[in-house]
């Protein structure tokens, strides 16, 4: 299937910083790419869409201007998250939307492990 | 609330037994479903999905699920497992073609061997 890519894989910053992940279709270009993030023993929730040229469009209750969201080409995009608080610590997986005959279908990225201290 | 319900969270299962997840979702309409493995320290991986036609999907490893739509439901079955199963399953639904993935939240799987 197709690889989506993230990086880093894990980062640990000091509170007040921002951090940016990047999420990179390797094989294939997404028009569409998602970021979730995953809380210990829960569900990925979906932060926003990400759309090849435009703004992202996020979900309700996710603010658009602590988790920014660039997605500048068909291969990639990146989530900065700024002023990064303790509370932001948590798993961070992006997906990519592909068509795959009549269906679309999302592969996702390894995750970003984020640690703020 | 539109939510996809998976209701065991932990399951222990000796190899060989029979597996059974359940999932289920309340969405009306036109669903596509799918099932998600995520083992330790890997990232999520496609197991399975429905779009269409047969109810009765067979996956990768062995895996199977069945859509009922009279129950809104999409079991994950497995005949017999093994120690390499040990995982989380998700399973998770989107309407249509543009829809976004929800997914349930997960059933972790370990399996002793």
């Known amino acids: 299937g197709a690889v989506v890519s993230q990086h880093p894989s894990w980062v640990i910053c000091k509170s007040g910083t921002s951090v940016k992940i990047e999420c990179r279709s390797l094989d294939f270009q997404a028009t569409t790419m998602f970021w979730y993030r995953q809380f210990p023993k829960q569900s990925l929730m979906l932060m926003a869409t990400s759309n090849e040229g435009s703004k992202a469009t996020y979900e309700q209750g996710v603010e658009k201007d602590k988790f920014l969201i660039n997605h500048a080409s068909l291969t990639l995009s990146t989530l900065t998250v700024t002023s990064a608080h303790p509370e932001d610590s948590s798993f961070y997986i992006c997906s990519a939307r592909i068509r795959v005959g009549s269906y679309n279908e999302q592969f996702f990225g390894p995750g970003t492990r984020l640690t703020v201290l | 609330a539109q939510s996809v319900s998976q209701h065991n969270h932990h399951v222990i299962l000796s190899e060989a037994a029979s597996l059974e997840l359940g999932c289920n979702y309340s969405y009306g309409g036109t669903v596509n479903l799918f099932w998600y493995v995520q083992y330790p320290g890997q990232h999520l991986q496609l197991l399975l999905k429905?779009?269409?036609?047969?109810?009765l999907v067979k996956g990768i490893k062995g895996f199977e699920a069945e859509f009922i739509k009279s129950k809104f439901s999409f079991n994950l079955r497995k005949p017999s497992v093994q120690w390499s199963d040990t995982a989380e399953y998700f399973c998770a639904v989107n309407r249509g073609s543009q829809g976004n993935l929800i997914f349930g939240k997960g059933t972790k799987l370990s399996v002793k061997p």
């Open positions: 429905y779009f269409s036609g047969d109810p």
